[in-house]
């Protein structure tokens, strides 16, 4: 589903209005679940985590995350619920034979870089990572999940829709209140330029890391190209814009609901039209595990990366949840 057009930063109108009592409904659910004790893991749990429904740059947060602890040699394993999949867990992902309709899709992003587990009860999942040798875990998403205590909790934000309304759903897109999110991280992440005025509604000293996505180096060959973009994201705007700053001419795009599941009919249809533009056709990683296997040799993959404005700080801020890293005897 799309999320309503009120649910933005400038959207208004009588709707939130008469959902708001069903906001603070919402909101006290979520205040009494979070108020349960999780369970403390022997090694330490990092979640991505972020206060509004739909994708605000949690997955590549978490994969840069798997990168940095792999890099100081800590055998990270990747946690979530695997949204959109039929599989509850604890499940180890295979990518050989898992498929986005299993475990969602960005379990399969996660899982072709490191040991990825997809649980809706995330302690148990945990404790299957662990019995599997996990050093640390990361997790993408889980913020408002209380079952696994955290280490370290990043709120990540998307500089270009921030907190949409301010409302809590279904009046607006917050999972709760911005400041009982932010009272439960140790930092925020913003991702792009702050255009919504999303850091002013953060407590005041919360630290903030900023960082913008960075097309990979399959983008150079678009430059100056015509392309078709399609892509069924939370925010499509991001990847049209990422397309744009790495030079490719956007001759035609299309965007669906955030994870649709294309079928070979709108691959078809879509192919069609690129061939209409004499354009490459183009989409995320993301959408491509979601694109039947027939297609995926017609479509171009655009990747992104974070680009952190200061490096030492996210490294920082890794520190003493690696410290936890129990020493093998």
Known sequence: MRAPEFWSGGGGGLAPILLSPFSALYAAATARRMAQPGWQAPIPVICCGNATAGGAGKTTVALDLGRRLGNRGIGAHFLLRGYGGRIKGPARVDTAQHDSTAVGDEALLLAAERPTWVAADRAAG?????????QAIVMDDGLQNPTLAKDLSLLVIDGSYGFGNGRVIPAGPLR????????RSNAAILIGEDETGALAMLPPGMPVLRARLKPGPEAELLAGQPVFAFCGIANPRKFFTTLQEAGAFLAGRQSYADHYPFDEGD????????DRLRATPVTTRKDFVRIPPAFRNRVTVVTVQLEWEEPAAIEGLLDPAAS??????
């Open 176 to 183: 709760e209140p911005v400041a009982a999110a932010a009272s």
């Open 324 to 329: 936890r890293v129990p020493v093998p005897a």
């Open 267 to 274: 691959l078809r249809d879509l192919l069609a039209e690129a």
């Open 126 to 134: 945990a404790r299957a990572a662990i019995a599997a040798g996990a």
